[in-house]
């Protein structure tokens, strides 16, 4: 029975951990989120944007993939959009996801 007890504790407090760190996370900025893992080079070469967007762009692939490697909303966009196109990383905080209408106004939407 005191073996139940301290796995029922056990069990509450990784549980804790665990989805304590995602609510934290879910209303950081991103860019303050990216930043947390190596300063602003996490995503910037000498901690300035570059005037094209062109290195920051391979640096969310190094981490996340390329976008025809995502899910079916990403694929599509391969080739034609950097990822800050839609995840403006200095406006938008973790977890939010841009929608199709934000740039599509004729009705496509994601399948």
Known sequence: MKNQYLYAIFAACLMTFVFSGGALAAGENLADYHAGMNGCE????????SADGAYEFEQCQSCHGSLAEMDDNHKPHEGMLMCADCHAVHDVNVGDKPTCEACHDDGRIAK
């Open 42 to 49: 996490s995503c910037h070469a000498n901690e300035e944007p």
